[in-house]
């Protein structure tokens, strides 16, 4: 990858609807170089997916919760049936599993406290679960889906040709 990659991946995460013809000239290509760069990217699995994000208040689903879960179970067979089930709940947007005193990390939307019970109800019913802890989300004060580039490698030779 190069610099016209990373500005290119700068203009998508920014805005994926964006025409090819569009990224080409704020890069600084024509249109069929860039398009190459951007099959390029989607074929080496840098850009997984374009995607609408939308507003959780507008679809009702205004409270965040961050679940932290301590188990007593840490083999293999319990870690995939753990992500079999909370992969089964749509309310789980993020999943980690962590370092430290809290095994795994879930980021939990739901539309009121009520919701969050339901949900909290149904997955103890279906896993064993040492202890879960539930932080709930006063205010977002910084949500991004943009990913910082100034870390990313940069190639000194470009195999794809830009004229």
């Given at each position: 990858?190069?610099?016209?990659?990373?500005?290119?991946?700068?203009?998508?995460?920014?805005?994926?609807?964006?025409?090819?013809?569009?990224?080409?000239?704020?890069?600084?290509?024509?249109?069929?170089?860039?398009?190459?760069?951007?099959?390029?990217?989607?074929?080496?699995?840098?850009?997984?997916?374009?995607?609408?994000?939308?507003?959780p208040t507008l679809v009702n689903l205004g409270v965040?919760?961050f679940v932290a879960i301590r188990t007593n179970s840490?083999?293999?067979?319990?870690?995939?049936?753990?992500?079999?089930?909370?992969?089964?709940?749509?309310?789980?947007?993020?999943?980690?599993?962590?370092?430290?005193?809290?095994?795994?990390?879930?980021?939990?939307?739901?539309?009121?406290?009520?919701?969050?019970?339901?949900?909290?109800?149904?997955?103890?019913?279906?896993?064993?679960?040492?202890?879960?802890?539930?932080?709930?989300?006063?205010?977002?004060?910084?949500?991004?889906?943009?990913?910082?580039?100034?870390?990313?490698?940069?190639?000194?030779?470009?195999?794809?040709?830009?004229?």
């Amino acid at each position: 990858m190069d610099s016209l990659d990373k500005k290119i991946l700068r203009l998508l995460q920014e805005d994926a609807t964006l025409a090819v013809s569009d990224v080409a000239k704020r890069v600084g290509l024509s249109t069929t170089p860039c398009w190459r760069r951007l099959q390029k990217l989607e074929e080496d699995g840098v850009i997984r997916r374009r995607v609408a994000l939308l507003d959780p208040t507008l679809v009702n689903l205004g409270v965040t919760v961050f679940v932290a879960i301590r188990t007593n179970s840490h083999s293999t067979e319990w870690l995939r049936r753990f992500s079999e089930v909370v992969g089964d709940f749509p309310e789980v947007v993020e999943f980690y599993r962590m370092s430290g005193q809290v095994d795994y990390l879930l980021r939990v939307v739901v539309p009121d406290i009520a919701a969050y019970d339901a949900f909290y109800k149904r997955l103890i019913a279906r896993i064993e679960i040492r202890d879960v802890s539930s932080s709930f989300a006063m205010e977002q004060i910084k949500y991004t889906t943009e990913l910082p580039l100034d870390y990313m490698k940069m190639d000194k030779f470009r195999s794809v040709r830009d004229d």
